[in-house]
């Protein structure tokens, strides 16, 4: 069964310090999406995108953070100078036109 | 804009027993409801889903939910619960601005289900 991939499932790293989480979507899947989860809250919004372009995203998605989709396979989540405050789960979707978003296994970023 | 309500962070009942887990929405256009179920340090798995059609739906390890629009509904239920059942477990909403496909997907709270032996 076709399911979405996420890298690493584990990440530490020290504020200030730019950090990549890729995810691999389920191939022919058109819309893709990033949310996160703080420990003990729930599963929120950050942005989603179509079309090679942002089509949503939440107050938290502010300048520090960035998404690209490099080479057709990869959806890649950016965040330029970590916080404390982004240390979280995050979790990448996708789906298809007329379908529900499957959701990869996160990946726990660590702000330290 | 979307919300949902979850009515209980912390539902605790004993294995054989029912499992209700409360959930309301609240929408502008005609919603897609879905129940997550999300397993100690693991992603989200979907239970179910409903969009349109039936109201009483059915979904994966014995769950079913029922769509009550008067009552902005969604609550999620089992007829008896199993060890296996422990876990947190999330309603959804999602519906675009136009309200002819999905959108993103707003959550509720959370439930975490504790199942006593």
């Known amino acids: 069964e076709p399911e979405v991939t996420q890298t690493p499932s584990h990440q530490v790293t020290q504020m200030g310090q730019e950090v990549i989480l890729r995810c691999v979507p389920i191939?022919?899947?058109?819309?893709f999406y990033w949310y996160r989860q703080i420990l003990g809250q729930k599963v929120e919004f950050l942005v989603s995108?179509?079309?090679?372009?942002?089509?949503?995203k939440s107050e938290i998605f502010d300048d520090q953070f960035s998404v690209e989709r490099p080479d057709g396979s990869n959806f890649t989540l950016k965040i330029r100078s970590t916080k404390l405050e982004d240390s979280a789960m995050y979790f990448c979707?996708?789906?298809?036109?007329?379908?529900?978003?499957?959701f990869g296994q996160g990946t726990r970023l660590t702000v330290v | 804009a979307q919300s949902v309500t979850q009515l209980g962070s912390h539902v605790s009942v004993s294995e054989g027993a029912l499992v209700l887990l409360r959930c309301n929405y609240s929408?502008?256009?005609?919603?897609?409801l879905f129940w997550y179920v999300q397993y100690p340090n693991q992603g989200l798995q979907l239970l179910l889903k409903?969009?349109?059609?039936?109201?009483l739906v059915k979904g994966i390890n014995g769950f079913e939910a029922e769509f009550k629009k008067s009552e902005t509904s969604f609550h999620l239920t089992k007829p008896s619960a199993h060890m296996s059942d422990a876990a947190e477990y999330f309603c959804?909403?999602?519906?675009?601005?136009?309200?002819?496909?999905?959108?993103?997907?707003?959550f509720g709270q959370g439930t975490i289900l504790t199942v006593h032996p």
């Open positions: 979707a996708s789906r298809d036109l007329n379908t529900e978003a499957f």
């Open positions: 409903y969009t349109t059609g039936a109201t």
């Open positions: 191939s022919n899947h058109l819309y």
């Open positions: 929408s502008s256009v005609p919603p897609y």
């Open positions: 959804a909403v999602t519906r675009n601005a136009g309200g002819t496909s999905y959108g993103k997907l707003t």
């Open positions: 995108f179509y079309n090679n372009e942002i089509s949503e």
